[in-house]
T-cell receptor, first 113, second 114 residues
């Protein structure tokens, strides 16, 4: 079955540690996205990539980093510079034609204490 | 700047009653519009989308939405709500600067009373 996988479902870290969230897709989509979701704030775009080895900052990129070495994979690193990292993180992918229809993974809930 | 407003944070309806969730957008060009649904702790599922053409679009699970350019709205409707429809619903606008970026509203939580 084609889809997007995010692992792990739940992640716990101590403050000051970097943590990497995994996102893999087998939909053969060129574009991938990372969103952060906080209660009452909808989804906010962190980073997006429309092609391998290229990515752009979204609206809240500070304290995050990404890489896109393979078409299928778009890992997100939450660094110690992110002031409020506890959140629900969603990965999505889409084609790069005019549809812009994004398919979402199941999400990773990150808790930093 | 582009934006999406969902005026209702929380809505409660009785099972079998009709439903309308409101969405207003701000975007200079013709928008691509989407409605997504999210169950607790899960990812988002696309309900329906509008790109052009017929302003009344049909989606999955019996949902429909109507694009009204004059009102900058894209309201989601369902004639008869089922208990399984309880979830959070997000409206989004896309097609921004020829990228896949989506701007999401804050979401509306739907509660269904038996």
């Amino acid at each position: 079955d084609g889809g997007i996988t995010q692992s792990p479902k739940y992640l716990f870290r101590k403050e000051g540690q970097n943590v990497t969230l995994s996102c893999e897709q087998n939909l053969n989509h060129d574009a991938m996205y990372w969103y952060r979701q906080d209660p009452g704030q909808g989804l906010r775009l962190i980073y997006y990539s429309q092609i391998v080895n290229d990515f752009q900052k979204g609206d809240i990129a500070e304290g995050y980093s990404v890489s896109r070495e393979k078409k299928e994979s778009f890992p997100l690193t939450v660094t110690s510079a992110q002031k409020n990292p506890t959140a629900f993180y969603l990965c999505a992918s889409s084609t790069t034609d005019t549809s812009y229809e994004q398919y979402f993974g199941p999400g990773t809930r990150l808790t930093v204490t | 700047a582009q934006s999406v407003t969902q005026p209702d944070i929380h809505i409660t309806v009785s099972e079998g009653a009709s439903l309308e969730l409101r969405c207003n957008y701000s975007y200079g060009a013709t928008p691509y519009l989407f409605w997504y649904v999210q169950s607790p702790g899960q990812g988002l599922q696309l309900l329906l989308k509008y790109f052009s053409g017929d302003t009344l679009v049909q989606g999955i699970k019996g949902f429909e939405a109507e694009f009204k350019r004059s009102q900058s709205s894209f309201n989601l409707r369902k004639p008869s709500v089922h208990w399984s429809d309880a979830a959070e619903y997000f409206c989004a606008v896309g097609g921004i600067s020829n990228t896949g970026k989506l701007i999401f509203g804050q979401g509306t939580t739907l509660q269904v009373k038996p």
